[in-house]
DNA sequence: TCTGGGGTCCTAGGACCC
DNA sequence: TCTGGGGTCCTAGGACCC
């Protein structure tokens, strides 16, 4: 059956946000990430920002050469979050069938919507319409039959702009493109394709078995498929909508100078072990791997995982493996850039085998209740375990005195209403 | 100019099983 | 004289996306 789906990507989104809460920043070079001579890079940058050759990815202190009066913002995530979600709600407005693909793009199948909303381009054009009333930002629409075609096609018509790629002439769309405007091809893909002379979409969709002179693998094979206008394997074969639970959940930390203290290395684990837990419970799932990611000071990096017998969401059982992981694979000495804790293969809480819990069990799931509710009213500073505290410490004296307690006012949680 | 943080999916080798 | 072979789990790494 012929689909119609929607693909939805809002306009410089974290920058937009922020002109949003402070309108001077309108028309000025924007950059959010962080700081100029942080160690990070940039998240977003304004069309203005953007003249300057400033481009998302790139580092801050690049572009902090390229264009020294930016206006270099550290961001607020709650404030995207709380967009996103009210972004959201405009989109169900018009079907079910949303899918968040990150926080400011979407797609919808709008599958026989018509008798509701009319044809297709009515349709964006009241859902553009929708959108800058509800949340005051713009964002670019792309229509097609395959949600590749619907992304890509979104991206063409940036900024604020509405683009329809009829049905039957998704091929003809695509084919004079550049290789790496189709979802899928980065830099290191660009680079072999090249080998073969590929440098348009419709290159890639001529490669066959014989042109490439090799087998073709199931990754390249969806990826041609795609440049023939076709959504093809992994998510774009499951319907919108189907997922919803995360896959992994994770937290990482570069220092801003490189550390070798393990002491302050294994605070930092115990610190990004409590954010992950947390997020856990909240979804209330287990996990039943752990990994530990290093990177050292050269980028070289390396994870050490291991699957448990049992799943959990106890910061205490995570912590005990990050700390073994830890000691049995850090060079002692050797300097670390990264440091990071990932929990996946996640599990909700009634697929465990809920063995009868012992009463300590549940006297400890009540507890981490009480943390989680504690550091919702206080902030994360409030309540810390195990030695997760004197990294914090460090952190806001020495690296970063504005987080010091009491000089940043933790953002009031609105009344429920 | 040294290169964030949070994710997803794919590959590939070895173990294990039928 | 040597070759089975497919499915699934596990682990580690890597490409890619916003």
């Known amino acids: 059956m012929q689909r119609t789906y929607f693909h939805v990507d809002m306009d410089a989104f974290f920058v937009s946000v922020e002109e949003l809460y402070d309108p001077s920043l309108k028309g000025k070079p924007v950059v959010v990430g962080g700081r100029a001579d942080q160690r990070g890079v940039v998240a977003a940058a304004s069309y203005a920002a953007r003249k300057f050759g400033i481009h998302s990815a790139m580092p801050l202190r690049e572009a ?24 959201r709600r405009v989109l169900m407005q018009f079907t079910p069938a949303v899918e968040m693909a990150s ?32 949340t005051q930002l713009n964002c670019s629409i792309g229509i097609a039959s395959a949600r590749v075609v619907a992304k890509v096609a979104s991206d063409q018509a940036k900024p604020n702009g509405v683009l329809h790629v009829l049905p039957g002439l998704e ?15 980065g830099k290191i893909t660009e680079q072999h394709l090249r080998e073969y002379g590929v440098r348009t979409i419709g290159d890639l969709a001529k490669l066959t078995k ?25 998510w774009y074969d499951e319907e919108i909508g189907a997922d919803e639970e995360p896959k992994s959940i994770s937290h990482e930390h570069t220092f801003n100078r490189d550390e070798r203290d393990e002491a302050a290395m294994e605070s930092m684990l115990a610190r990004l072990t409590e954010m992950v837990c947390r997020r856990l419970r909240e979804h209330q ?15 070289t990096t390396y994870t050490r995982g291991r699957t448990l017998e049992r799943p959990t969401q106890l910061d ?16 002692k000495g050797r300097a670390v850039r990264l440091i990071g804790v990932q929990t996946s293969s996640l599990e909700a809480d009634s697929e465990q085998i809920e063995l009868i819990p012992s009463a300590q069990e549940t006297r400890l799931k009540q507890a981490m209740n009480a943390v989680d509710a504690l550091r919702d009213r206080f902030g994360e500073s ?21 987080a010091l307690p009491g000089k940043e006012p933790r953002a009031k949680r609105k009344p429920q209403e």
């Open 64 to 87: 902090a050469r390229l264009c020294p009066q930016a206006v270099f913002l550290e961001g607020h995530p709650e404030r995207y979050r709380e967009l996103s979600t009210a972004v």
């Open 103 to 134: 926080i400011d793009e979407a797609y919808l199948d709008m599958t026989g919507t018509e008798r509701l909303h009319g044809p297709a381009m009515k349709a964006a054009d009241l859902l553009h319409k929708t959108m800058q009333r509800e």
């Open 171 to 185: 091929a003809n769309f695509l084919a004079p493109l550049d290789v790496r405007r189709l979802p899928g091809v």
């Open 210 to 234: 014989a042109t490439l002179g090799r087998k073709i693998g199931d990754g390249l094979a969806a990826l041609i498929e795609k440049a023939q206008g076709r959504d093809a394997g992994g």
């Open 285 to 299: 799932l287990h996990a039943r791997k752990v990994q530990l990611k290093l990177r050292y000071s050269d980028f």
């Open 316 to 331: 205490a059982e995570v912590l005990e493996i990050v700390r073994e992981l830890f000691r049995g694979n850090w060079e």
């Open 382 to 402: 409030a309540v810390s375990l195990a030695s997760g505290m004197s990294a914090r410490f460090r952190e806001r004296t020495h690296e970063n005195p504005a």
